[in-house]
């Protein structure tokens, strides 16, 4: 048999299968290189601009694992569509089951996945709960080198808050402070209880984490004082912010040098 006789749809999805779960060799010679991107720039143009279709998932679906360089423009494409099982597959594949080395890509799919959580059509009870006990583990560990893959486990982590009632927010507490400041806008609510995940964020010397919330702590009718912080404790930035939304008078620590 010619080998472009091979290229028949029925045969195409027949490759994929024995691609993905390491079948015959020769088939996988001939046909991995039909799943690779041959022109990245026009790729990136279409994903970015592209409006959802089934088919174009399925061919982004299964182009995802061999190009992580393509990570955000793929995982733009996906967050336009509502849960899908080949999403969600995707996604869980990429966090618990293959060996992913690339860190954004977990990081993408966990953000993805934290998306699901509060939908009309949430992840099914098991897989929260295995996620969460992933989740954490990563949190847990501190890896600076894996940014990207803790934000995304902290980020599902404050959302799985609001879905579970439980205090996952917690784990936000000593993580670097740009993490902190970049999961600030998925805080739950009962983050800003005292002993909550938002004093640690005042509380720290870095201005990032408590500059991030204090339009919150604003909103909320909140201050310093309900976490038992003196305005002269928190990083300049921090209280001059306060200062300007009128959450702490205008007295109450030296001006910063910069902002005045």
């Known amino acids: 048999m010619k080998l472009k006789q091979l290229a028949t749809p029925s045969n195409l999805e027949l490759a994929w299968r024995r691609i993905t779960t390491g079948g015959n060799y020769q088939y996988k010679r001939y046909f991995r290189p039909l799943?690779?991107?041959?022109?990245?720039?026009?790729?990136?143009?279409?994903l970015y601009r592209a409006e959802p279709d089934p088919e174009v998932l399925k061919l982004v679906c299964r182009l995802v694992p061999h190009h992580p360089e393509h990570a955000d423009a793929f995982f733009a494409y996906l967050a336009r569509f509502p849960p899908r099982k080949s999403v969600t597959a995707l996604c869980l594949d990429l966090i618990l089951i293959a060996k992913n080395p690339y860190a954004y890509m977990r990081g993408e799919a966990w953000l993805n996945l934290a998306g699901q959580l509060l939908g009309k059509r949430p992840l099914d009870a098991p897989s929260r709960a295995g996620l969460v006990k992933r989740a954490i583990t990563i949190a847990q560990?501190?890896?600076?080198?894996?940014?990207?893959?803790?934000?995304?486990?902290?980020?599902?982590?404050?959302?799985?808050?609001?879905?579970?009632?439980?205090?996952?927010?917690?784990?936000?507490?000593?993580?670097?402070a740009l993490l902190q400041a970049f999961v600030s806008d998925v805080l739950p609510n009962t983050a800003f209880a005292v002993d909550g995940a938002a004093e640690a964020?005042?509380?720290?010397?870095?201005?990032?984490?408590?500059?991030?919330?204090?339009?919150?702590?604003?909103?909320m009718g909140l201050g310093p004082a309900t976490f038992s912080i003196k305005p002269s404790a928190l990083p300049?930035?921090?209280r001059n912010t306060m200062k300007a939304l009128g959450t702490?008078?205008?007295?109450?620590g030296p001006v910063d040098p910069i902002h005045g």
């Open 236 to 238: 300049s930035q921090v």
């Open 248 to 252: 702490i008078p205008v007295k109450g």
């Open 35 to 46: 799943y690779r991107v041959q022109d990245k720039a026009r790729l990136r143009y279409v």
């Open 141 to 176: 560990k501190h890896r600076p080198e894996n940014f990207t893959e803790t934000l995304g486990a902290c980020h599902f982590l404050a959302v799985a808050e609001v879905a579970e009632g439980k205090r996952y927010s917690q784990f936000l507490n000593f993580q670097p």
């Open 201 to 219: 964020y005042l509380k720290a010397s870095a201005f990032e984490p408590g500059i991030s919330i204090c339009a919150r702590v604003h909103a």
